[in-house]
Structures are given as C-alpha cells and as structure tokens.
C-alpha cells in the first residue's frame, strides 16, 4: 500500500529558467522501479537551471518533497575537508608531501611513512574503521545511531587492524578522520569550524552545516529509509561516528555553488587545483584525487563526488565545460543502479541517455 501511495504522489517541480536537459523523467522512474522514495536533482549550464524532485517525502503521510531541501551528503564532506587542507599548504602550514607525523606526532601507527597527500587520496593503506560491524553509518544499527563518537574513538578501532601493503588502492574514511585533527592542530579550531570560517560564510552557503551530535535534518526534508526489509525511518541519526569523514547536510543549490568555486579556482591556488585534480587509478570505475573523484563519460570528464549515508545517496559532478548536475537520492528497498546513476549524467552532460 505504501508503495502504491509513492508512486501515485510522485511529483516534478521545475525551478524557472528551465533548461532543456532536466531529468525529471529520469527521476521518475527511478521512485516507480523502487530504487528511491525520494529523488532531488539540479542541473545547470552557464544562467540556465533545472531544479526538480520526484517521490514522496513521507511514505506514510505523503507530500511532494522539495527541490530545494536538505539531505545528508555523507562522503562529499570530504571534499571540503580536502579544500581546507590545501588552502592550509596555500598558506604554507602543512606541505603535501611531507609526513603527518611532523603535524600530529605519535597519531598515526607508521606516520612517519604515511604522507599528507596519501590520506587525501586515501593511499595510506590505513584500515577504514567503518569496516567493522556498527561503525558504519549506511548500516541500520539500531538504538546505537543517537550515541555520540570522539575521532580518536575511531581511531583507536581503526588501527586495531591493518591493511596489507599491497600497494592498490585502498577507501578509507580513517584518512578523513587523520585529515579532521590535522586541521585542528593546525589551525587551533575544529574542522567545522575552518569550514564554516574558510567555505560556507564566503560562499554564502547559508544551508550547508556541520552537524555534530545533532541528531536532525532541518525542515524541509525527504526522510531517509532503510529496507528491513520494510522500510524503517533511518532519518534521525547521531552523525558523529562520520565527523570529517562524512557527517555534513547540504542542498543541491549549495553543493553547485560549492563545486563551481572550487573547480574554478576561487578556494585555493592553481597548483593546489591541479594536486587536487591528479588521480589515482581507483579500479573502482573512478580516479581519486584530493577529496575529487573524476568520472568518465561518452562526452568527457566531470569531477566531483559521491556519499552516502543510510538513507541518503549524494552525486555533485561538475565539467570543465561549466555545466553541474548535483543529486539526492533516498533509497528505497533498492539502492539505485550505476546505469541508472550514469544515464541521467550522461543526459545532464552530454544529452543523451543511457
């Protein structure tokens, strides 16, 4: 019955100035083959923009979400972490390459070894805490998801292990979490803070935040599910066992923003641009920068990120054309598929599906 309430009430609203390549379609089926309960998705080229949603926002009470609401970003929070890191090298307070125990001595088993730049691009070969069972925050985990976590928390699980030094490529959030006190020693104040104080008050992005313990997302919302296998509302949640590895919420007009000025060079110098722009190659069906993933598609390269958290999926692509397509996804009993996924980036890019 829920199901059939979401499909009935699915809904596109289009922003003004609609551009020919909005993906309201694209959304549409995605809600009707059961692979979101909510989808929001902006895409724009130079002045023109397409703003739309899909779903409902409530799989109880119904209603059309909003194209312009929030939603957790999970991993793109990296992405601005990594931009506070290299405009921390702009100003000559840590250099890339050298070894993270002359910043935070004794942090790190190996920093002696472990460079600035391995963590960014997440070549540290550091164990990723969040492998460990309830610590990952795309999992259900019960009454454990209000309870508040300390980084050196994460830490200490993280390091109970090792990864093999098999010289592949290896995501870790731990790197995220390395790179969140490096900031704090650094500049004195906590990563959200140097976020808040180096990116979101200059760029105006008054609906981006850095959550903490806060356990809400602020109105208006999609509510995120998890299948178990009925759908559970996963949307209140204690973000803090991500931190700087993945906790803030954002919207799709603040994310673009937030894309535009970095890949246009307004955060951090060209050659820290360019640092962050040199991959590594991932077999993962990306190349990993600094805190950017580059994509490959029929018509070219789009860099950007992906995140997840339980109940929300995050795509923020942008191309050195100028065009941007930033996406929310709230999962259904199904997570969207990668063809899916890439068929609206191809329209949004290139102009067609598939």
């Not at 009935?8 to 059961?34: F, S, Y």
């Not at 991959?279 to 994509?295: P, R, S």
Request: charged share 20%; hydrophobic share 35%; net charge positive.
């Amino acid at each position: 019955m829920m199901q059939m309430l979401m499909n009935a009430l699915v809904a596109v609203t289009v922003a003004t100035g609609g551009q020919g390549a909005g993906v309201g379609p694209e959304l549409e089926k995605i809600v009707d083959g059961k692979g979101a309960t909510a989808a929001l998705a902006r895409v724009s080229d130079g002045g023109r923009t397409w703003s739309g949603a899909a779903g409902v926002r409530d799989i109880e009470r119904g209603g059309r979400p909003s194209p312009n609401g929030y939603f957790r970003i999970g991993s793109v929070t990296k992405t601005f972490v990594a931009t506070v890191v290299l405009q921390l090298v702009d100003e000559g307070k840590v250099r890339l390459d050298d070894p993270v125990d002359q910043y935070v001595p004794g942090l790190v088993p190996g920093g002696d070894r472990i460079t600035v730049r391995r963590l960014l691009n997440h070549t540290s070969h550091l164990y990723d805490y969040m492998s460990e069972p309830g610590y990952s925050t795309n999992r259900w985990r019960g009454a454990a998801r209000f309870r508040s976590y300390q980084p050196r928390e994460l830490l200490k699980v993280a390091f109970a292990k090792e990864l093999p030094d098999d010289g592949e490529w290896h995501y870790s959030n731990t790197n995220y979490v390395v790179l969140g006190l490096l900031v704090e020693k650094l500049t004195g104040r906590s990563y959200g803070e140097e976020v808040a104080r180096r990116i979101l008050r200059p760029l105006n992005l008054r609906h981006t935040l850095v959550p903490g313990n806060r356990a809400g997302v602020p109105s208006p919302h999609a509510k995120g599910y998890e299948p178990m296998p009925d759908l559970v509302d996963a949307t209140r949640m204690n973000p803090s066992l991500d931190w700087a590895a993945g906790e803030m919420i954002s919207t799709t007009a603040d994310l673009e923003r937030f894309m535009s000025a970095l890949l246009n060079g307004k955060l951090t110098s060209a050659a820290s641009l360019r640092a962050m722009r040199t991959t590594v190659e991932t077999e993962a069906g990306f190349g990993y920068g600094l805190g950017l993933q580059a994509y490959t598609l029929p018509c070219g390269t789009v860099w950007g990120h992906s995140g997840e958290l339980i109940g929300y999926l995050t795509f923020a692509f942008r191309s050195d054309s100028g065009k941007s397509l930033t996406m929310s996804i709230n999962p259904s009993t199904r997570n969207p598929s990668t063809q899916e996924v890439m068929g609206i980036a191809a329209k949004a890019f290139c102009g067609a599906t598939g």
